[in-house]
């Protein structure tokens, strides 16, 4: 069973990314593993585009979404992918994890959807 507040969070991250394959998958523990496929990172990076995943635990809204983890990619320039990126696998898939913390986290705009879109962003950006 997943919390009915994250399964409101799953639905705000589905209507944020309209047109995104959103696979789900159960934590057991009230939360649920989301992944966000078809991502499209630009020329920065190989391949072009990857997919996007995090959990979001049962206590939300009251816990971080952290961290993040992306399909494995590197920089078309050569470049390192620098600091808070490191590789890991996440839910049986090779990935990077974006360790990207909410300090001052407020739950009313820290939501798993913006904070996603907050991630690509940091990513799209380096």
Known sequence: ???PK????IDAVRAHFTGKPVEV???GAGGAHVIIKEIEVGPVYTPNS???????????PHSDVYPHY???LTRTDGAPL?????ECEYQAHPALQLSRRSNRRDPAIDTPANKAER?????LDR
């Open 1 to 3: 069973m997943i919390n």
């Open 6 to 9: 994250v399964i409101e969070a």
């Open 25 to 27: 998958v159960p934590d």
């Open 50 to 60: 990857t997919w996007l995943g995090f959990q979001i635990n049962s206590a939300h």
């Open 70 to 72: 992306v399909g494995r």
């Open 82 to 86: 620098g600091e808070a990126i490191s």
């Open 119 to 123: 991630i690509l962003r940091w990513l």
